[in-house]
T-cell receptor
Framework: GAGVSQTPSNKVTEKGKYVELRCDPI?????LYWYRQSLGQGPEFLIY????????DSGLPNDRFFAVRPEGSVSTLKIQRTERGDSAVYLC????????????FGPGTRLTVL | AQSVTQLGSHVSVSEGALVLLRCNYS??????LFWYVQYPNQGLQLLLK??????LVKGINGFEAEFKKSETSFHLTKPSAHMSDAAEYFC??????????FGTGTSLTVIP
């Protein structure tokens, strides 16, 4: 497809479980971002990849959160031992990575932790 | 630290009236500035951006924004609101690094 895709669109899990969220960026986009958006808030930065490496992971809230992008394209956000406070919409965006380039967002994954 | 402030979490305008959504930022260097729109159950879509050059930027759907360095503002305007403009609007700032900082959003309601 032409845009950023994210799967699943919705994920319901129980407290303490492990989840993986997937992001397929636009082809050719070297930069990939993960954000978390809570109800009534703007997107909150989590992590940024340039190519395969995590160039900035300062937004990850704690060590339960981890993300990978092994081949410089698809990325997976992994959350261990989920907590109810992790419930949010997780957004992925990609860009050409150059200063001034806008990000293109996916539709998000709505995570609900019961 | 970078911050983005959107004054007014909810704005209501009549159809055909002027739309004004406010955004102020804090930055120690000239930033890149963006406005995104989010329609219900959809992803964020870029409306317009300021990088360099002309401070008045025109975007899609008749929106425009003006970068005012002295006021550290980047307010979004549209001369005549349409029902289809009802959505959530986010202002975002990027400095020299790669982090984007988003405001908390403004929900626009258009009254027929």
């Amino acid at each position: 497809g032409a845009g950023v895709s994210q799967t699943p669109s919705n994920k319901v899990t129980e407290k303490g479980k492990y989840v993986e969220l997937r992001c397929d960026p636009i082809s050719g986009h070297t930069a990939l971002y993960w954000y978390r958006q809570s109800l009534g808030q703007g997107p909150e930065f989590l992590i940024y990849f340039q190519g395969t490496g995590a160039a900035d992971d300062s937004g990850l809230p704690n060590d339960r959160f981890f993300a990978v992008r092994p081949e410089g394209s698809v990325s997976t956000l992994k959350i261990q031992r989920t907590e109810r406070g992790d419930s949010a919409v997780y957004l992925c965006a990609s860009s050409l990575g150059l200063a001034g380039n806008e990000q293109f967002f996916g539709p998000g994954t709505r995570l609900t932790v019961l | 630290a970078q911050s983005v402030t959107q004054l007014g979490s909810h704005v209501s305008v009549s159809e055909g009236a002027l739309v004004l959504l406010r955004c102020n930022y804090s930055s120690s260097v000239p930033p890149y500035l963006f406005w995104y729109v989010q329609y219900p159950n959809q992803g964020l879509q870029l409306l317009l951006k300021y990088t360099t050059g002309a401070t008045l930027v025109k975007g899609i759907n008749g929106f425009e924004a003006e970068f005012k360095k002295s006021e550290t503002s980047f307010h979004l305007t549209k001369p005549s609101a349409h029902m289809s403009d009802a959505a959530e609007y986010f202002c975002a700032v990027r400095e020299t690094g790669n982090q984007f900082y988003f405001g908390t959003g403004t929900s626009l309601t258009v009254i027929p």
